[in-house]
């Protein structure tokens, strides 16, 4: 089993829909949680970044962190077709070394 | 802005050849690594280096070392290329134990044939 579980997809949604991806993770350790989007052929970009439980929003990006059930969800509201890329959850104990979900294509079709 | 450069995006080398992969960041940023990503398995370290002239093996250092004599460059090495380490290799650099720091260069995809 995966230390990080993640759907990749691909997860297609029109514009304007309200778009929720997730990660599972198995080590009860970890306590800081981001999330990266990356484009085609470039390098992943932090996202959000969530240290510990509970939420955290920026713009039309909310995260959430749920340490009881080692579940964590990004929303987008909105989305846009710039939305478009490959969404990556990475999490950590000692807020360094990384550990990486296999990412979750999302298209957002106009 | 920060910026982590890696100086080489595209590569094709032969199996058997020494390959270089340099990166420099100019954050005067401590930490250091090296991943490589591959479709369905996302992010894997390689290796990290939390100072000059320090370096940790990650979760799949077989096949791989690096260099860190200055604290702005790490490079990793592959000895002897294999086909099976044709790959995205994504260098990163951060600053202290927290996780909003940490960024990555835009990646050098090499193909060993």
């Known amino acids: 089993q995966k230390e990080v579980e993640q759907d990749p997809g691909p997860l297609s949604v029109p514009e304007g829909a309200i778009v929720s991806l997730n990660c599972t993770y198995s080590?009860?350790?970890?306590?800081?949680f981001m999330w990266y989007r990356q484009y085609s052929r470039k390098g992943p970009e932090l996202l959000m970044y969530?240290?510990?439980?509970g939420n955290k929003e920026d713009g039309r990006f909310t995260a959430q962190v749920d340490k009881s059930s080692k579940y964590i969800s990004l929303f987008i509201r909105d989305s846009q077709p710039s939305d478009s890329a490959t969404y990556l959850c990475?999490?950590?104990?000692?807020?360094?070394?990384?550990?990486f979900g296999a990412g979750t294509i999302l298209r957002v079709k106009s | 802005d920060v910026k982590v450069t890696q100086s080489s995006r595209y590569l094709v080398k032969r199996t058997g050849e020494k390959v270089f992969l340099e990166c420099v960041q100019d954050?005067?940023?401590?930490?250091m690594f090296w991943y490589r990503q591959d479709p369905g398995l996302g992010l894997r370290l390689i290796y990290f280096?939390?100072?000059?002239?320090?370096?940790e093996k990650g979760d799949i250092p077989e096949g791989y070392s690096v260099s860190r004599e200055k604290k702005e460059r790490f490079s990793l090495i592959l000895e002897s290329a294999s086909t099976n380490q044709t790959s995205m290799y994504l260098c990163?650099?951060?600053?202290?134990?927290?996780?909003?720091?940490?960024?990555f260069g835009e990646g050098s995809w090499l193909t060993v044939v």
């Open positions: 969530t240290y510990s439980s």
């Open positions: 990163a650099s951060s600053q202290g134990p927290s996780g909003n720091t940490i960024y």
């Open positions: 280096s939390y100072d000059v002239k320090m370096k």
């Open positions: 080590n009860s350790a970890f306590q800081y």
């Open positions: 954050m005067d940023h401590e930490n």
């Open positions: 990475a999490m950590s104990d000692d807020g360094n070394k990384l550990v």
